[in-house]
């Protein structure tokens, strides 16, 4: 009787073997979904869970389309968690019709106050949510299984104590103040993504008043390894030095369109530095501005800037994942996969050029 027992122990022993080895081979895995200036941020984490940050815009389904055929690129049946950001049409517009083609679970986001031109969507995400929605506000987790993910703003509130490491950031002294870029931009809800050695930082629209808010004079977020790029990479309503140089990112992807975001011009943000008062200049191209900053390893675009096609102004053309205007646009992505190492390789779904970074 021993023996058998012995011997059903090693049977089993031998058929969970396989399976506790693919468990811990799985990568946290990011896509950035071409919503052409939108955003639309998918991970999938090692545990098999998922999470989806904003679905694009409502453009006939197409956003919806998109991110259903890159979730089924993943293997997934269903989205565990739905973030939406903010109220505007190109982070929420794509929920209605993704919610019709596969199923969505809980969902999160920031609270009911709204300006009424954003009704719209304010609605839409209420209706869409109805049941299985958390207000989330800075400091709350999201329970991405084999992860951490932190809100570190919510609602016009950051993070009260510092995370990551974070702490003072000699940046601020001469810090360049600009006005706010709007209530809903400011309201957003912001992420910070832990797997081991590995961070991910989101901002989504923060502008850089809010930046300044959240890296001076105390850096609450710390350095992060992935950046992705705030406004869409329209860095002349966000990008502050003393942000951008506190977080020094290792990677950064900017999730612009053809013709928003990276290389558009924003004449709404005013410099509001008080006279007298010297601030160092700082370059105002969003790619070269992120091009200069200390160690920056890679830079990878969503699209080719339409808006300013100068190379200096875009990053390889091997790490740009569309080239075209938005009517013959193919929608490919761009993915990250991370191992528990901190060894991650960032693939373009266009032509599949890949690199291989090691997280600081």
């Known amino acids: 009787m021993v023996r058998f027992v012995m011997v ?46 904003d679905t694009g815009y409502e453009t006939d389904g197409r956003d919806a389309r998109r991110i259903h055929a890159a979730a089924q690129q993943a293997g997934l049946k269903r989205i565990d968690h739905v973030v939406i950001s903010h109220y505007h049409g190109d982070h929420v517009g794509g929920l209605a019709a993704l919610s019709k083609l596969m199923p969505l679970g809980r969902y999160y986001g920031r609270g009911d106050k709204i300006d009424p031109v954003d009704q719209k969507w304010y609605d ?23 992860t951490q993910v932190t809100v570190v703003a919510s609602d016009h509130q950051l993070l009260a104590k510092p995370v990551n490491g974070g702490g003072p950031n000699a940046l601020c002294a001469n810090a360049e103040q600009k006005a706010p870029a709007g209530f809903e931009n400011q309201a957003g809800v912001g992420l910070l993504l832990t797997y081991g050695r590995f961070t991910f930082l989101d901002l989504i629209d923060m502008d850089w008043s809010t930046e300044l808010e959240l890296a001076c004079p105390v850096n609450k977020v710390g350095a992060v390894t992935l950046f992705q790029t705030n406004r869409h990479g329209s860095w002349d309503g966000a990008g502050a030095p003393a942000f951008l140089g506190a977080i020094r990112p290792q990677v950064i992807v900017f999730n612009n369109g053809p013709r928003k975001g990276l290389g558009q011009v924003d004449n709404n943000a005013k410099p509001t530095t008080p006279p007298g008062v010297k601030v160092p200049p700082y370059e105002r191209n969003g790619y070269a501005r992120a091009a200069a900053l200390p160690g920056v390893e890679g830079i990878w675009q969503g ?7 100068d190379p200096k102004h875009n990053t390889s053309p091997d790490m740009i994942a569309n080239l075209e205007e938005t009517a013959e646009c193919q929608g490919h992505w761009i993915k990250a996969s991370v191992e528990q190492s901190g060894r991650y390789t960032i693939v373009n779904g266009r032509n599949g050029f890949s690199r291989t970074y090691m997280a600081r």
């Open 8 to 53: 059903r122990l090693v049977l089993l022993a031998l058929l969970v073997a396989p399976v506790t080895l693919i468990a811990q081979s799985r990568t946290l895995d990011i896509y950035w979904i071409d919503v052409e200036g939108g955003a639309a941020t998918l991970i999938v984490a090692p545990s098999g869970e998922s999470m989806l940050v």
């Open 124 to 146: 839409s995400f209420r209706t869409v949510s109805a049941g299985r929605r958390t207000i989330v506000k800075p400091g709350d987790p999201i329970p991405l299984q084999g």
């Open 303 to 309: 699209h080719l800037s339409l808006l300013d096609k």
